[in-house]
């Protein structure tokens, strides 16, 4: 039988009208493949960092596996070279240096690398009624409630004062305790359930349940307390002072897995911002020879905080990295970041049909509709967004169109409904244009976030992409 004629009418609304398709529908059998084995990888990218500082010593063993090295002040660069540099443990800037001069500018893929979490309190270890706890104090925007009857890991460092330092993973390993906090039974619940669901767990409630076994061989107070210490000091060698100069946090004790029967998704913690963050290191990392324009990979602190500090966005630290990467061409700062671009790659808003309400369905991105771009963020009117020009996302249109990826617009939510920031802003406000971009994630924030594969693997594509650009 023929295929039936198409009436001018369905040519001129495939001509004319924006039709988005699932990405299934548009998947080639060689994308697939590949994206399987880069669901994979980035599962165990995961699941090697659950903080900052864990994610900055698997990116190095990554970059090094690939023929990075350390990039000193004053170092002659040619084009291919592979080149990394660590900001005090918890951020990285990367580079794969192009055969343009950077004079014409670079291309950079910006993302975070911490997530939302329980930091310890500077004195946190108490005794009460015979239990041990770690107080407690939240870092980013977190729901309370979803933290407390969860299995909880801890992580982090504690700096001696004669300064070794001493690292901290315990719920990582095989047959590793576990911690968890404290909710009330719904049977003595009633006034509790009757609070807003942001006030029912205060912050000062969220302490950490870390024993119960007092100290045999001795009658004093706090008993419970001594033994945790003497735990401690037998495997850390350590000192209660000691918790003062320590950056400790309690993360979720949940493993990468795929979510459905299909095996379509993806669960952790941590997806805001690693999964953009994996996605614009390995794009970097698969580049083979040298790119036209250089590209540059920098993973931050701090965003979930509001980029402050030292290994945050806002911080001098990308800035001295790039200058003396102009200093060896002999280029000025100013000159490459004014022809420069950038996609910062942070996650967006997933519409979610059990919650429509707070999303406004014709802007929102979806689940399996590929990289989601978002013109502005921000709140209260656009409020803290850089709003990347309309040439801007013109050019990234393009970029990614030629290169196959699918991508879809995004905004994070209805508007007053709430509102959110990335690193953009703080990137054009280096006269870079800045365009922002990401995987959509459903129940961001939470312990335990959802992700598309299709998205996964889209984004990457869509960071090599952006590197590759002429």
Known sequence: MEDKKKTPGELRREAL?????????????????????????????????????????????????????????????????????????????????GTASLAEGVNIGAAHIDSPRLDLKQNPLYEDAELAFLKTHYYGGIRKYQWVTIPLELHGVIALKDGSSVKVAIGAGA??????????????????????????IPGESLNLLVGSRPFKDDEGAERVKLAVLDLLNQKYGITETDFIS???????????????????LIGAYGHDDRVC?????????????????????MLADKEEIGSEGVSGMKSAAFDTFMSDLCDSQRVMLKTCYEKSFCLSADVTAAFDPNFPEVYEKRNSARINYGMGLCKYTGARGKSGASDASAEVVAYARRVLDDYGVMWQMAELGKVDAGG??????????????????????LSMHAPFETVSKLDCYMTYKGMKAVYEAK
């Open 277 to 297: 963050a994996y996605a614009s290191l390995a794009a970097l990392l698969d580049l083979t020879g040298a790119p036209r324009r250089t590209a540059v990979c």
């Open 17 to 97: 009208c924006c039709s988005p398709k699932n990405g299934y529908d548009r998947l080639t059998p060689a994308d697939e493949a590949a994206m399987k084995g880069y669901c994979d990888d980035y599962k165990k990218f995961l699941d090697n960092g659950k903080t900052e500082r864990e994610v900055v010593d698997t990116v190095v063993a990554l970059a090094e596996s690939k023929g990075f090295r350390a990039f000193a002040r004053g170092m002659e660069i040619k084009p291919g070279d592979k080149l990394y540099r660590v900001n005090r443990g918890k951020a990285i800037m990367l580079a794969v240096v």
């Open 246 to 264: 320590a950056e400790l946090c309690a993360v979720p004790a949940f493993h990468a897995c795929d979510i459905g029967f299909d095996r379509s």
């Open 420 to 441: 959110g920031g990335t690193v953009a802003c703080y990137m054009a406000e280096r006269d870079i244009d800045t365009l922002d971009a990401g995987v959509p994630v």
């Open 175 to 200: 047959g590793d305790p576990l911690f968890t906090i404290d909710d009330l039974l719904p049977h003595l619940g009633a006034e509790q359930s009757k609070k807003p669901l942001g006030e029912a």
